[in-house]
C-alpha cells in the first residue's frame, strides 16, 4: 500500500546521543520534507529534496542533517542530541506536477531529550 | 516574509451551529492558501486549496487579498469535524510545495 512512514514513533534519549529518524515513502514521491513542530505551535519546514543526492535546509536553522541516497529514503540524523532537540518531527512528500500543495505527511516522531 | 496568522487557538461551538476559522497571511508575491486538517489520532491531511474553488465535507474558503485572509466556514457544523485546522500558504506557479504553516485552531463541536 503507497504510504509514508515514520520511525519510531516516540524517542527518549540522553543528551549527547546519536539518533536518526526514518521515513520512507512508497508513492513515488520525488519531493520530500521534513517539519518540525512544538506543542501549540506552527510547523516549521527544517528540510528539503526535490530528488536524490539533493538537500536544501528550510527556513527554520536546525542542527540535523538529512540525506536522499534513495528516492524514498530520506532520514534525519541529530549527532549530539540536546533538551533543546525535544519536539515532533513530521516528514512529508509530493510529487512534481501534481495538485499545488498537497503534502502526504508521516505519523511523526515525536523526541525527547532528556 | 511570509507568515500565517491563525488568532484562535481553539473554537468551540455546539452541532448545527456556523464555524468560521479565522486566517490571515503575510505574502509579498502571489500566494497559494490551503487549509490542512488533522483529525484525533490521524496524520495531517490537505483539507482543500483556495485555487480548486471546491467545497469539502461542506467547508469552503473564499480568498481575500484585499483583507490577505483566508478563512475556513462551514454552515452547520458536525461532531465530526471536530479536529485541529492549519492555515497554510506558498509560493504559486512554483513546483516546489514549500508550505508555511499557521499554528492551527482547534475546533471543538458540543452535541
Known amino acids: 500500500e503507497a504510504d509514508i512512514y515514520q520511525t519510531p514513533r516516540y524517542l527518549v534519549i540522553g543528551t549527547g546521543k546519536k539518533i536518526t529518524l526514518e521515513c520512507s515513502q512508497t508513492?513515488?514521491?520525488?519531493?520530500m520534507y521534513w517539519y518540525q513542530q512544538d506543542p501549540g505551535m506552527e510547523l516549521h519546514l527544517i528540510h528539503y529534496s526535490y530528488g536524490v543526492n539533493s538537500t536544501e535546509k528550510g527556513d527554520l536553522s536546525s542542527e540535523s542533517t538529512v540525506s536522499r541516497i534513495r528516492t524514498e529514503h530520506f532520514p534525519l540524523t541529530l549527532e549530539s542530541a540536546r533538551p533543546s532537540h525535544t519536539s515532533q518531527y513530521l516528514c512529508a512528500s509530493s510529487v512534481t506536477g501534481g495538485p499545488g500543495g498537497e503534502l502526504f505527511f508521516g505519523e511523526g516522531s515525536r523526541l525527547t531529550v532528556l | 516574509a511570509q507568515r500565517v496568522t491563525q488568532p484562535e487557538k481553539l473554537l468551540s461551538v455546539f452541532k448545527g451551529a456556523p464555524v468560521e476559522l479565522k486566517c490571515n497571511y503575510s505574502?509579498?508575491?502571489?500566494?497559494?492558501l490551503f487549509w490542512y486538517v488533522q483529525y484525533s489520532r490521524q496524520r495531517l491531511q490537505l483539507l482543500l486549496r483556495?485555487?480548486s474553488r471546491e467545497s469539502i465535507k461542506g467547508f469552503t474558503a473564499d480568498l481575500n487579498k484585499g483583507e490577505t485572509s483566508f478563512h475556513l466556514k462551514k454552515p452547520f457544523a458536525q461532531e465530526e469535524d471536530s479536529a485541529m485546522y492549519y492555515c497554510a500558504l506558498t509560493q504559486a506557479n512554483t513546483g516546489f510545495q514549500k508550505l508555511v504553516f499557521g499554528t492551527g485552531t482547534r475546533l471543538l463541536v458540543s452535541p
Open positions: 483556495h485555487i
Open positions: 508513492m513515488g514521491h520525488d519531493k
Open positions: 505574502y509579498s508575491g502571489s500566494p497559494e
